[in-house]
């Protein structure tokens, strides 16, 4: 039985890659960061139904001697590393920690896969963020690289780590560039989750309006379960490579707010308001992906439209607040006032 040990495997893409490795008969490990809300950390893979299959350990991605200690146990046959301070907005706001935690955090697992499992696969989380500024309207492999936030200065540095590992010592250590990439487990600051809660906040009578910053930024956005698959595709080629990951659209803010409110019957404008205090210091204007390496290498293309999974995603936030409105979970006033 393949093993695999995802770093990350709380948040999106962890729990979707998760699971797509169990349905392919891998033993799976991750690499947990210890949390004071540890009864909630793993809502996103009790939400695919697979919490109780994978294996939990004990580190953090800026402690080497946690990964040492998790490979020799695990002996990994292929490493995804998926974790990171993954907000850019975030990362004005702690450039040192975006930068120890999502550049450095990148080398920590390279030294611990070179040092301890060098026959290991590597997988290495890129972004199309490193594109930042376009130098070209469409953003392949070739397209240089200029980042625009602490985050993407991050992923630039772990990117090039992992080419240097694959080139310096020979390690199977791919880098997926992928562009943005969503669901209905997409944390909820990032532009779409918001937009889909907001919408189902809004159609259930719990809010009135929804704050954005930018609305003319543009997106090519994809669905997270799509894009796991590429990331484990590109560790079963002979070779490793590195492969941008997008659909070859791109779309702004405003009309997908258009999508998602229409989704529900609603007009986007009677509700979205600008909020200054949600623009960026720097902006990544528009990014749009060119796949094709990756559609004629691996065989991978997107498989859901944005509008299946707008759909998707605001279905799946209404459902949460019905949910919600059913179950009256007890506070400790609520008990202290029942207790004779
Ligand atoms: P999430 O933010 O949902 O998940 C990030 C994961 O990293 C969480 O499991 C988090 O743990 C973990 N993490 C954060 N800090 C540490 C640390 N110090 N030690 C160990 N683990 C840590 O990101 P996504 O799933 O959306 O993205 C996965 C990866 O892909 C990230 O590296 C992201 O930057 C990159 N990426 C994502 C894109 C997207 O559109 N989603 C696009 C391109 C790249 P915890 O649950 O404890 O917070
Ligand atoms: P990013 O591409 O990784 O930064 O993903 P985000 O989802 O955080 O942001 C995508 C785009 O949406 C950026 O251009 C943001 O400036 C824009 N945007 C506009 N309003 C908001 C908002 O309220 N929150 C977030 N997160 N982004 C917003």
């Given amino acids: 039985m393949p093993t695999a040990l995802i770093t990350g495997i709380t948040g999106q893409d962890g ?41 939990l350990h004990d580190g953090d991605l800026i402690d080497l001697s946690s990964a040492i200690r998790i490979i020799q146990t695990v002996r990994p046959d292929e490493v995804y590393n998926l974790g990171a301070q993954s907000f850019v907005h975030a990362s004005w706001q702690q450039p040192l920690l975006t930068g120890t935690v999502t550049g450095l955090g990148a080398a920590t697992m390279l030294e611990a896969v070179r040092l301890e499992r060098p026959q290991a696969r590597f997988y290495q989380a890129s972004s199309s963020e490193m594109f930042g500024k376009i130098q070209q309207q469409r953003q392949n492999e070739q397209t240089p690289f200029y980042p625009r936030s602490p985050y993407a200065a991050a992923k630039l ?8 590992y694959r080139e310096s010592f020979g390690l199977h250590a791919s880098s997926g560039i992928l562009f943005n990439h969503e669901s209905p487990l997409r944390g909820i600051e990032f532009v779409t989750r918001k937009i889909t809660d907001g919408v189902a906040r809004i159609k259930l009578g719990l809010a009135r309006e929804l704050k954005l910053g930018n609305l003319e930024a543009m997106r090519d956005w994809g669905h997270a379960r799509d894009y796991v698959r590429a990331m484990w595709l590109m560790l079963q080629q002979d070779r490793p490579d590195d492969y941008v990951i997008a659909t070859g659209r791109t779309t702004r803010i405003a009309d997908f707010c258009a999508m998602a409110f229409g989704h529900v019957g609603l007009d986007w404008r009677e509700f979205v308001h600008t909020d200054p205090a949600l623009l960026r210091p720097a902006e990544v204007d528009i990014l749009l992906g060119d796949p094709t390496k990756a559609r004629e290498r691996l065989g991978w293309t997107a498989t859901t439209s944005l509008e299946e999974m707008v759909a998707e995603m605001v279905e799946a936030d209404l459902a949460r607040y019905r949910a919600r409105a059913t179950v009256v979970l007890p506070t400790e006033a609520s008990l202290r006032a029942a207790t004779p």
Avoid: C, F, P
């Fill in 15 to 55: 729990a979707y890659l998760a699971k797509l490795l169990l349905d392919h008969g891998y033993a799976v490990h991750g690499l947990l960061r210890r949390s004071a809300s540890a009864d909630v950390i793993g809502e996103r893979l009790r939400w695919l139904g697979v919490l109780d299959q994978v294996t």
């Fill in 157 to 164: 540095y772990a990117h090039w780590m992992t080419v240097n």
